[in-house]
């Protein structure tokens, strides 16, 4: 391990100014990158083949369509038409926005579906006199469990896929009992401890009345410009097409990196959008956040840190796969609740790989440890989930202001519970395996 002690602090130093957001994420892990080949510890060369390129192409792909899909106003027309199913009962509210959040962050990116649902759902909520803070919770909660279920629901996910090489069902044949049970455990829990605040209002006329005139001023307000059908349809089936192929990837042999890129340039051609415009709707700092990240974990692992790290801490804790699969589960929660779990799961990686190759867990378990941790585990803190910091900061816009205590009262025993289902899933699954 010659050589390590400089990787070592700027690894350390970068994911403490993630974690605690003293600089922008993609500086402070460029920077790293560029301190290392500034005093030639790595060379640029080996700098780039320590980059994922499967993973970056996936993200791209995945934000491109994304981007194309919020401007034909699906993530609108879906919102308002759930509201107005609801008609102003607050469990349906809970219910039926849950569902829409939760399939949306499998599809699709949790952070989008918070940008889009959480407007509406405070204005419904605080329009009847209901506490939003309830909802603006329980949505950020649920958009962190349901991405958990795909391959391209939440980036630990993306990452671990990309890296190990598991496919879109695999994710989803695997990791969707546990996430089904979560999200249910989720809502009992939500509705159990906020009783008084769902009672139906079906008794009273008044406040019936009221509530058609606020779903008609959502719908115009939401959905005043005109919705081009034509651009929308485009837009869904080529949605469609990128599901499909990800599904279908053991025939077609494509990777999902490619498969989203090409899905996204295909949109550009027929959609005929303003590409410049587009891009600008791309999270770049995201891609180079990555990237970063890539590095300076491909650097640690080149010179054996992560090697040191699994033998001697990981590994000493002995060869039963049951306390294997739920270290790596409750570590990855823990932790991922209050750092951030892009980093996290990316140092991970290479020491799940070496505790695979001293005592190798059928199936995927320990994979799907790491993936079930890591999302999960956001749910723990109002900073563990990029959705958690996103909804907040959009209540703050209606004048809802949620503390991190307040946060974390309702999430952190989610988490605990949702990290318990995962517990249970993985040690029968694990039983049935050996």
Known sequence: ??????PIVVFLIVYAAISFELVNKAVAALLGVMVLLALHIIDEHTAIEFIDFETIMLLLGMMMIVAILRKSGFF???SVKIAELTQGSPLKILVLFSVVTAGLSACLDNVTTVLIVI???IELTAGMGLDPKVYVISQAVISNIGGTATLIGDPPNIIIGSKVGLTFNQFIINLAAPVVLAFVASLFYIWLTNRNKFKPIDTNLAKLFSVQLLL????????????????LTKSLVCLGLAITLFVT???????????AVLVAMILFLITKVDVEHMLEEIEWSTLLFFTGLFILVGVLEAKGVIEW??????????????ILVLVVLWVSGIASGFLDNIPFTITMIPVVRLMLEANPIPN??????LSLGACLGGNLTMIGASANIVSVGMA???NQNISFLEFMRSSAVISVITLLIASIYLTVFLWLSL
């Open 364 to 369: 995927n378990i320990l994979w799907w440890a």
């Open 216 to 231: 008609e001023k959502i719908r115009f307000n939401y959905l005043s410009v005109r919705i081009d059908k034509i651009f």
């Open 249 to 259: 990837q053991t025939i077609t042999k494509l990777s999902p990196g490619v498969v």
């Open 119 to 121: 407007p509406i759902i």
């Open 396 to 398: 703050k816009r209606f």
């Open 309 to 322: 790290i699994a033998h001697n801490v990981f590994l000493r804790i002995g060869d039963n796969p049951y």
């Open 76 to 78: 609108t027309i879906v």
């Open 1 to 6: 391990m010659e050589g390590v002690f400089i």
